[in-house]
């Protein structure tokens, strides 16, 4: 081994940027990408309190319900 | 540098994290509306049941059917519904708000157009995307 190891060679300070420069773009692109399923999650617990429902529950709503 | 740069990755990926985690909803002006609609749909129920009003295909209520509610009562039930989606307009904007984008409101109020209709009770009216009626 060279002592010339110690200093990392252009090649690797540039793919080490562009590895940060990457990773710096793709959090932009996910922050402003819509979170479905967050946002998926959220409706549920809010449905589930406006309209009463048992916590968790899914598509098939309370079908032999008590009021009718 | 490398210290630097590494550095710099493990922030990024930090702040991925957090993108995934869940909407905020908990602002107080999401909770009085979530307590407004649910202290309405106790009145508005009862018209979704006989089919009076429908859930909307873009999140939001409408008359369906005034023939199911005496004359007497029409003005009333319109105002109900004027109020509902008064609430639910604000809901989308305010969840939109709250969670730093403003303009993912539309986007908001698709997702829970889709979950208000999923959740319908078995009798009641949804639209269809092509703005047809349902029942469930």
Not at chain 1, 3 to 13: C, D, H, I, Q, Y
Not at chain 2, 81 to 109: F, K, S, T
Request: contains cysteine; charged residues 20%; proline residues 5%.
């Amino acid at each position: 081994m060279t002592p010339s190891v110690r200093t990392p060679s252009p090649a690797g300070v540039m793919t080490l940027l562009l590895g940060a420069m990457l990773v710096a773009v793709g959090c932009v692109t996910i922050n402003i990408y819509f979170p479905a399923a967050a946002a998926e999650k959220a409706a549920d617990r809010i449905i589930d309190g406006v309209w009463q429902l048992p916590n968790g529950q899914g598509g098939q709503a309370p079908a032999d319900g008590d009021k009718q | 540098m490398r210290t630097l740069l590494v550095g710099a990755l493990l922030l990024g990926a930090a702040g991925h994290g957090r993108a995934q985690g869940n909407l905020e909803i908990d602002t107080p002006a999401i909770a009085a509306l979530r307590a407004a609609m649910q202290q309405r749909h106790q009145q508005i129920a009862a018209h979704y049941d006989a089919g009076a009003v429908g859930l909307t295909a873009d999140g939001l209520v409408a008359i369906r059917d005034a023939g199911q509610v005496p004359l007497s009562q029409r003005g009333r039930l319109s105002a109900l519904v004027a109020a509902e989606n008064r609430d639910r307009e604000a809901l989308y904007r305010e969840i939109a708000r709250a969670n730093g984008h403003p303009e993912w409101r539309e986007q908001v109020q698709a997702t829970f157009a889709q979950r208000w209709i999923d959740k319908a009770r078995r009798g009641w009216w949804v639209q269809r995307p092509d703005k047809g009626w349902a029942q469930r």
